[in-house]
DNA sequence: GCAGCTGTACGAGTTGAGTCGAACTTAGCA
DNA sequence: TGCTAAGTTCGACTCAACTCGTACAGCTGC
């Protein structure tokens, strides 16, 4: 479970590009806000829906490898419907986005959530679905 | 700042009605849910607006006394949008509301809070409009 | 090429939330 | 008794979000 790293970079003090400690090579993400531009309306406002918090909780303890394709998931609803919102999670700047040849594989943003809301993917990673 | 107490009850095991450890004689709180009805999407929901965002962090930070009236806020709305916003954040479970007399003051329940979603009150203290 | 797959884009229908005015209720007080 | 102030309730409007079907674009492999 990806979910005690304690946020290494700790302060919120980077630019509003993104400084990816992460292996070369990827694709670039797709257009996301910078770790200073995420509102914690926007963010909480993102996450108040079960579905995108199913998604954002199975990838924070699901995902053993590094991003997942939006099939991964396997939610019962319309292609258009996901896309839908996993878009509405990235633009609230609590997924990054990558295109891998056809697919389009989303991580969750941890260090820059981390750092900006402390404990706020904690609360996410303990919830449950309508317990 | 009341923004220090750990939620001194700590686990999540209470009844569905409150055990007050509040002072004797005050009016019946208005119908709230119960601690562990607290459902996070739906208190996530509630705090991704920012007037509400600011109620509940001025509550947070100022309230010096115990509980406060609609009007202590000065917010700049009519008070049929005000009301709106205080039944969604009370069936919410994010406040609790009172009527003394003509006003219906308005508390944070901290501890129900701090219990069911540590550190997600510190996020709202935290928070700053349009930064 | 052409099928098959992943996912987007667009548009329409529906629902729900926010905003507010106007009328009402209630408490306190002169 | 009547005024005033705090707040609710109701209804209407607007607007954004959710849902989904359909059509389309791009990659992959036969």
């Known amino acids: 479970m990806p ?16 400084a990816l400690p992460e292996p ?6 797709l257009p996301e806000p ?14 108040s829906d079960p579905l995108r918090l199913t998604i954002v ?29 996993f878009k509405a999670l990235r633009e609230a700047g609590v997924t990054r986005q990558r295109q891998y040849g056809l697919e389009r594989r989303s991580q969750v943003r941890v260090e820059d959530l981390d750092a900006r809301f402390p404990g706020l993917l904690d609360l996410v990673a303990a919830w449950t679905p309508q317990g």
Do not use: N
């Not at 979910?3 to 993104?18: D, E, F, K, N, Y």
């Not at 070369?24 to 993400?29: N, Q, S, T, V």
């Not at 910078?34 to 996450?47: I, K, N, P, S």
């Open 3 to 18: 979910r005690s790293m304690p946020g290494s970079i700790g302060a919120t003090g980077a630019p509003a590009v993104r």
């Open 24 to 29: 070369p090579g990827l694709p670039e993400p």
């Open 34 to 47: 910078g770790r200073d531009q995420l509102r914690l309306e926007t963010v909480l406002g993102a996450l």
């Open 57 to 85: 909780r199975k990838l924070l303890l699901e995902s053993e490898d590094y991003d997942h394709s939006c099939g991964w998931f396997g939610l019962d609803r319309p292609k258009s419907s996901l896309t839908h919102h």
